[in-house]
């Protein structure tokens, strides 16, 4: 395949071919480095309005609304963006301006392929096989990245949501006495009901037991503590170092602090533990570290505290459709807090104002 091309024409071709991903990985570069080198008289962002106008049957946005939503939806495609470029070879001679149109690539693409992306970009779904005796069991790993969600349904019909930078893995086919999946990060689960064949989310440092019931597990490696929040239903909790177990009821919360072994059982709103998979970010008085970790993982960026004082500063709000520059603009305004935001490397230095 040879992209030796500079014309309108051309360069509106090879876009289209971007567009619904008919160019093999191993071209891609070669394409990305043509549509960056474009002529100036080549005008990509005129090119991708009219290819919006062409094969979208969405209204098309004018010049503002078009920007706002091309913001809104980056929680959605930090994933792609770095994958294009991890599978790049020569990935680090790359130069500034190749990474922008693949920034620039993307986000369009995602306004255009919003259905393809949510069923099939927003995650990866690798098959392992094992071999157990005389029959293989396949499992499927599904990984949802930074600054994104994951709604699927399982084999049983058991939905899932994964939050970012979470992974599950689950075998293509329930059989034995139990239903056996493997949670690493956090997940919210509404389980279809079986009496005789209990649903079990397994972490490194629980096992949470269901029938039909909905339930929250939040049990990212990084965290020390590993919390369980139950919505309907009944679920059994398992400490895997020492066997104890407690049950909870609708609206209770379990916290295992990892750093002291022990397990406290509380009664919560549960809407502040899965509202995320809702598309938002509730906090009641939480202190700003906590909020900070939050962030990070909601918009894929990095936060410094500048300031010990700051750590502990108590905040209240609720964050949907905000995008990060309106945030931090909410914040400056709201807060003693003023921000200081490096788009390029998503960087976000916070200080007393």
């Not at 990866?124 to 949802?144: A, D, P, V």
């Not at 599950?168 to 139990?178: C, D, E, H, R």
Request: some cysteine.
């Amino acid at each position: 395949m040879c992209f030796g091309m500079r014309t309108k024409i051309e360069i509106e071709k090879l876009l289209d071919d971007f567009f619904h991903n008919r160019i093999p990985v191993g071209y891609l570069e070669e394409a990305i480095r043509v549509l960056a080198e474009k002529p100036e008289s080549v005008d990509i962002d005129q090119l991708m309005r009219e290819h919006w106008r062409e094969k979208s049957t969405l209204k098309m946005p004018n010049e503002k609304e078009f920007n706002v939503l091309l913001d809104n939806i980056h929680h959605r495609i930090n994933l792609i963006e770095e994958n294009k470029i991890r599978t790049l070879p020569g990935k680090r001679e790359l130069k500034g301006k190749y990474v922008k149109m693949i920034h620039k690539l993307t986000r369009v693409a995602a306004v255009l392929f919003i259905p393809l992306l949510v069923s099939s970009l927003l995650y990866f779904t690798k098959q392992i096989n094992r071999n157990k005796e005389t029959k293989s069991i396949s499992y499927s790993e599904i990984y949802t990245p930074m600054a994104a969600k994951t709604k699927f349904m399982l084999p049983d019909s058991t939905k899932v949501w994964l939050n970012s930078g979470s992974t599950l893995k689950y075998p293509s086919s329930f059989t034995g006495k139990t239903r056996e999946v493997s949670l690493t990060g956090e997940g919210y689960f509404e389980v279809s009901e079986n009496p005789e064949l209990p649903f079990v989310v397994k972490t490194a440092k629980i096992d949470v037991t269901a029938l039909g019931t909905s339930f929250n597990v939040m049990a990212y490696p990084e965290d020390c503590k590993v919390k369980t929040t139950l919505v309907t239903g009944q679920v059994k909790v398992d400490k895997i170092s020492t066997g104890t177990s407690l049950y909870l009821k609708p609206s209770y919360q379990v916290v295992l602090d990892t750093n002291t072994g022990k397990m406290i059982v509380s009664q919560v709103d549960t809407r502040f533990y899965t509202s995320w998979k809702d598309g938002k970010l509730i906090f009641r008085n939480e202190p700003l570290e906590y909020v900070v970790y939050q962030l990070q993982r909601w918009f894929n960026c990095t936060i410094y505290i500048e300031d010990e004082g700051l750590r502990k500063f108590r905040y209240t709000g609720c964050i949907e459709m905000e995008t990060l520059r309106e945030l931090l603009e909410l914040i400056n305004i709201t807060t003693p807090v003023q921000s200081t935001y490096n788009q390029e490397t998503r960087e976000i230095w916070l200080e007393p104002k």
